[in-house]
Nanobody, 123 residues
Framework: QVQLVESGGGLVQAGGFLRLSCAASGRIFSSYNMGWFRQAPGKEREFVAAISQSGGSTYYADSVKGRFTISRDNAKNTVYLLMNSLKPEDTAVYYC????????????????WGQGTQVTVSS
């Protein structure tokens, strides 16, 4: 069992930045590939980024590539999402998730989810 808790969301102006954190419980964090997803009001959940167990491989949605960076610290059981050059269309609830599958972009591939953190980007 893995419990995930996101933090770091908030209100930011367009062009600004935020860093999201996702803290995981348990001693098996390093055995999971981690991902970030987001869901805007009235829209389906979408893949944002993923990172392999060791952190050596990362994957991004085209919409965030070059602006967002996913990273992890296995010693701290935490995965991060650094979001730069934020746009109003990045406004959503952001969720972190854990998967056994590497590089998964479908939510169905993830076994555990956090409760989400709201990110609002004003224009």
């Amino acid at each position: 069992q893995v419990q995930l808790v996101e933090s770091g969301g908030g209100l930011v102006q367009a062009g600004g930045f935020l860093r999201l954190s996702c803290a995981a419980s348990g001693r098996i964090f390093s055995s999971y590939n981690m991902g970030w997803f987001r869901q805007a009001p009235g829209k389906e959940r979408e893949f944002v980024a993923a990172i392999s167990q060791s952190g050596g491989s990362t994957y991004y949605a085209d919409s965030v590539k070059g602006r967002f960076t996913i990273s992890r610290d296995n010693a701290k059981n935490t995965v991060y999402l650094l979001m730069n050059s934020l746009k109003p269309e990045d406004t959503a609830v952001y969720y972190c998730a854990a998967a056994r599958v590497r590089g998964a972009r479908r939510g169905e591939s993830y076994d555990y989810w956090g409760q989400g953190t709201q990110v609002t980007v004003s224009s």
